[in-house]
């Protein structure tokens, strides 16, 4: 059964590390680059707000600087600067190839708590919105401390989803969807399509994985993500990032990846930012 999906208006995509690199040097992937900026520039000219929340920062400065394991916090720190405008400015080049223009938002857990900053986001996103522009997001890696960030952008993904209002968000990874159990340990563990409700028992499924050596987020930060995203409104899709034309099938409606339905209800977004860990 199709998935009615076209008339989203505000959709939110969030590209996970290992998904931009390539798996044996960690050095970016540029034909899937491009195609990624091909298929958002193409839900833009179809009308719709579009956002991009990009990790890979870290992975590609300490790939450009040939660190194989990076040890202290600076290092870690000193890699995300050094990244993440070797990933602006692919994405700029990209982007321009297909008429578009972009621009880096990068949020902070501290920025999101006050209630100005906060605002001034928001109204920077609009503001983007209206000038045709395609946000791209990350966590500003460089000024935080591990005790007080984000730390994956799924959860920063769906924050951003609820902050916009926009109406879906896709999670692209090398997580498929969500299955009953393991499918690397449990050779009978089943696919879940669709996810009407949320319940005790598909957390404890999740478990506290990470499929990659690369990023940060397993499948336990991709369901408070859909938590959060669902609360807010907005419907949410883990789907497999290792061909990015799954985007625009996504949209079209087949059925691929794991669909969350939106259950908005009242969720205090400023409290559970402030207690994420
Ligand atoms: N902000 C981190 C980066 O760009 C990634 C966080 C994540 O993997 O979710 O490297």
């Known amino acids: ?49 579009v956002v991009i929340v ?9 790939a450009a ?23 602006m400015m692919i994405y700029q080049k990209f982007f321009s190839e297909y008429g578009q223009t972009t621009a880096q938002l990068l ?8 209630e100005e900053s906060r605002s001034n986001a928001i109204n920077t996103f609009e503001e983007l919105f209206s000038l045709g522009v395609i946000p791209i997001v990350n966590e500003n890696d460089t000024v935080e401390t591990f ?8 959860r920063l ?12 968000l896709i999670l692209l990874s090398d997580i498929r969807g969500l299955y009953t159990d393991d499918p690397k340990a449990n050779p009978d563990a089943e696919f879940i399509s669709c996810v009407d409700s949320l319940d005790e028992s598909l957390t404890a499924m999740a478990k506290g994985s990470t499929g990659s050596r690369f990023g940060t987020g397993g499948m ?8 959060i995203a669902g609360a807010a409104g907005a419907d949410m899709l883990i789907a497999d990032a290792s061909d990015f034309r ?30 994420m860990s």
């Open 1 to 49: 059964m199709a998935r009615q999906l076209s008339h989203k208006q505000r959709i939110v995509i969030k590209i996970g590390s290992s998904s931009l690199v390539h798996q044996e040097t960690g050095r970016l992937n540029l034909p899937k680059i491009e195609i990624l900026a091909r298929e958002v520039a193409d839900i833009h000219n179809q009308g719709k707000d």
């Open 54 to 62: 990009s990790s890979g920062a870290i992975a590609v400065g300490r």
């Open 65 to 87: 600087m040939g660190l194989k394991e990076l040890r202290t916090l600076k290092q870690k720190q000193a890699c995300a600067a050094i990244g993440q405008v070797k990933l």
């Open 107 to 114: 949020l902070t857990k501290q920025t999101m708590l006050s």
């Open 147 to 154: 005790d007080i960030r984000f730390g994956d952008n799924d």
């Open 157 to 168: 993904s769906a924050i951003v989803t609820a902050l916009i209002k926009a109406d879906l």
């Open 220 to 227: 336990a930060t991709k369901l408070a993500a859909a938590r």
């Open 246 to 275: 799954i985007i625009h099938r996504l949209l079209e409606g087949e059925e691929l990846g794991t669909l969350f339905r939106a259950h908005p209800h009242e969720f205090h977004l400023m409290d559970y930012i402030e207690h």
